[in-house]
């Protein structure tokens, strides 16, 4: 079976450009999380999609926006780029919401971001 | 603030070595707590613990959870060098699936 997969694999932008990152769960799961990581630290929360719908949001400003689609697939946008936008952005599925024995998310590869 | 700290920020040890690894946490409405493995890009997952003082084992690894102290530990015993990788802990808590990472800790094992 397939796992997380996310699109695309690296990306070079310059400040103030806009970005798309995607991201197709495994098979079966309606959840898709995304996460910021910078090096050196742990993963950030940014938004929690389930069911189409956004269930959580991180500390994250309005220049972040995520949506989910009938397939259960996200997308992640990020608008009017910063330097400090550059990290490794992380996907994650699960087959629920969380809670209940259903917290274990499943990471895809990631999407290296690098604003210049 | 929901906080989760790892300790050591990184360690080396040798070929064959034990090394325990450290969690703690003060995270409301505690749901359960994770650890994964991130060897390049994607965390990898190892263990999840909702009970306090049952262990999870998963060949040389093992974890358990101590909701008394706050705490998890993850002890990794005849450490090989595919072991280094940073090791990441988490908490899910609340009723949405945000996952709270502490910073992770760095492993290197030399041969």
């Known amino acids: 079976d397939a796992g997380v997969t996310q699109s695309p694999t690296h990306l070079i932008k310059t400040r103030g450009q806009h970005v798309t990152l995607r991201c197709s769960p495994i098979?079966?799961?309606?959840?898709v999380s995304w996460y910021q990581q910078v090096l050196g630290q742990g993963p950030q929360f940014i938004f929690q999609?389930?069911?189409?719908?956004?269930?959580g949001r991180g500390n994250f400003p309005d220049r972040f926006s995520a949506r989910q689609f009938p397939n259960y697939s996200s997308e992640l946008n990020v608008n009017a780029l910063l330097l400090g936008d550059s990290a490794l952005y992380l996907c994650?599925?699960?087959?629920?919401?969380?809670?209940?024995?259903?917290?274990?998310?499943?990471f895809g590869p990631g999407t290296r971001l690098t604003v210049l | 603030e929901d906080k989760v700290v790892q300790s050591p920020l990184s360690l080396v040890v040798h070929e064959g070595d034990t090394v325990t690894l450290n969690c703690s946490y003060e995270v409301t409405n505690f749901r359960s707590l994770l650890w994964y493995k991130q060897e390049k890009k994607a965390p990898t997952f190892l263990f999840m613990l909702?009970?306090?003082?049952i262990e999870k084992k998963s060949g040389r690894l093992s974890s358990i959870l101590d909701k008394k102290e706050l705490s998890s530990i993850l002890n990794i015993t005849a450490t090989q060098t595919g072991d280094s990788a940073i090791y990441l802990c988490a908490c899910a808590s609340g009723n949405t699936g945000k996952l709270i990472f502490g910073q992770g800790t760095t492993l290197q094992v030399k041969p």
């Open positions: 994650a599925s699960s087959w629920a919401m969380g809670g209940e024995g259903t917290d274990t998310q499943y």
């Open positions: 098979s079966g799961h309606k959840s």
């Open positions: 999609y389930y069911e189409k719908e956004e269930r």
């Open positions: 909702t009970s306090s003082g």
